[in-house]
């Protein structure tokens, strides 16, 4: 049982470029979140989804999108880096309770 | 939602207690208040959440006031790896697309 699994742990891009991060899950949950976390900073809400094949925006959606095709995967999309995306990305699943909700090791993305 | 307001840091002896407070002073009568921590460089980690009772399990205790507009967390013999930031979060609970807040939390620091 892996938990939450976030790919990759480190990236590089360079302003313009596009890439995807990729969250897994083996615990059956419905809900997955996608964070970010700025230094200092507590976490802020991108995107999440309540279920497969459905996605929401949350607090700072701007500039990603995501896609939920199977209900263990949920992917986090940038289109074209830009420097203020440089973040740590955490993806989380849960039942959809507050107290439930597990979190990924996450995903240090630096845009040059 | 409530605001909450956290110390930015603190610092405890390693075997004694950690108290960690928080005030939310605008909660409302559904909101229950939720602790989460994050150790370096992981992602967060749920330690416990009351609605008005005192709680304890196996990593914490909670204790709300009576008129629940500030709370403590209690780690009863905090050790070198409970070494975090840790959040308090207040929000409507139950089940449904929930979604975390998180503030700056205060950062924890245990010294041997």
């Known amino acids: ?112 | 939602d409530a605001k909450t307001t956290q110390p930015t840091s603190m610092d405890c002896a390693e075997g004694r207690a950690a108290n960690l407070p928080c005030n939310h002073s605008t909660i409302s009568g559904n909101e229950y208040v939720y602790w989460y921590r994050q150790i370096h460089s992981q992602g967060p980690q749920y330690i416990i959440h009351g609605l008005k009772n005192n709680e304890t399990n196996e990593m914490a205790s909670l204790i709300i006031t009576e008129d629940r507009k500030s709370s403590t967390l209690i780690l009863p013999h905090a050790t070198l790896r409970d070494t975090a930031v840790y959040y308090c979060i207040v929000r409507v609970g139950g089940a449904g697309a929930q979604k975390l807040v998180f503030g700056q939390g205060t950062r924890l620091t245990i010294n041997p």
């Open chain 1, 1 to 112: 049982n892996a938990g939450v699994t976030q790919t990759p742990k480190f990236r590089v891009l360079k302003t313009g470029q596009s890439m995807t991060l990729l969250c897994a899950q083996d615990m059956n949950h419905e809900y997955m979140y996608w964070y970010r976390q700025d230094p200092g900073m507590g976490l802020r809400l991108i995107h999440y989804s309540v279920g497969e094949g459905t996605t929401a925006k949350g607090e700072v959606p701007d500039g990603y999108n995501v896609s939920r095709l199977k209900k263990q995967n949920f992917l986090l999309g940038l289109e074209s880096a830009a420097p203020s995306q440089t973040s740590v990305y955490f993806c989380a699943s849960g039942t959809g309770r507050l107290n439930e909700q597990f979190f990924g090791p996450g995903t240090r993305l630096t845009v040059l």
